[in-house]
């Protein structure tokens, strides 16, 4: 798996948007881009992955810089409950192994 | 469907002392794996499994064993608890090894002393 870099905190007002950004200029051509949140005391939860296009789903959207070595995660609209620590992943998941960092922290203020 | 169950939520051991966390899916998920996470750290992977009877070694296996005896169930053995392997254990699972969406556990918190 690449090597990912984040900011180690971020802080997001409530109703705001929130972009999350992530290096991992080491990325392979096949390495697909994943993120994963943990909130307290939680075990981690899936929020989306990509590959070369930007992504969108329920949760959040994935936007994934031109050369792949960077990507953005974006949560239009924060709310408290989003508050966790996010987990950038780049790899291939051979046999569904996730290497985790130490994520970014993101607090929310009402 | 009550996804992925670990039991128990929490657990105290005395050095030297052997036992099993319990994880289960209903999901009818191929691939299971066991994490650790110590303090402030992400998780680390122990030991996986791509389907019933196959398993094999994470990146810090050592004092862990598993076994794969059915899809549904994946337990995780301390053979001789150390100190050391005091952390929050996760449990996950995914449809097949190649699913990129893992479903994790709640988790056991563990504490040796």
């Known amino acids: 798996d690449a090597k990912t870099t984040q900011p180690n905190s971020m802080e997001s007002n409530e109703e705001e948007p929130v972009h999350l950004p992530c290096n991992h200029s080491t990325i392979s051509g096949t390495d697909y881009i994943h993120w994963y949140r943990q909130l307290p005391s939680q075990g981690p939860e899936y929020v989306i992955h990509g590959l070369t296009s930007n992504v969108n789903n329920r949760m959040a959207s994935l936007a994934i810089a031109e050369d792949r070595k960077s990507s953005t995660l974006i949560l239009h609209r924060a709310t408290l409950r989003d508050a966790a620590v996010y987990y950038c992943i780049a790899g291939g998941t051979s046999y569904g192994k996730l290497t985790f960092g130490q994520g970014t922290i993101l607090t929310v203020h009402p | 469907n009550a996804g992925v169950t670990q039991t128990p939520k929490f657990q105290v051991l005395k050095t030297g002392q052997s036992m099993t966390l319990q994880c289960a899916q209903d999901m009818n998920h191929e691939y299971m794996s066991w994490y650790r996470q110590d303090p402030g750290m992400g998780l680390r992977l122990i030991h996986y499994?791509?389907?019933?009877?196959?398993?094999d070694q994470g990146e810090v296996p050592n004092g862990y064993n598993v076994s794969r005896s059915t899809t549904e169930d994946f337990p995780l053995r301390l053979l001789s608890a150390a100190p050391s392997q005091t952390s929050v254990y996760f449990c996950?699972?995914?449809?097949?090894?190649?699913?990129?969406?893992?479903?994790f556990g709640p988790g056991t918190r563990l504490t040796v002393t």
């Open positions: 996950a699972s995914s449809y097949s090894a190649g699913t990129y969406e893992q479903y």
């Open positions: 499994s791509v389907g019933a009877g196959i398993t």
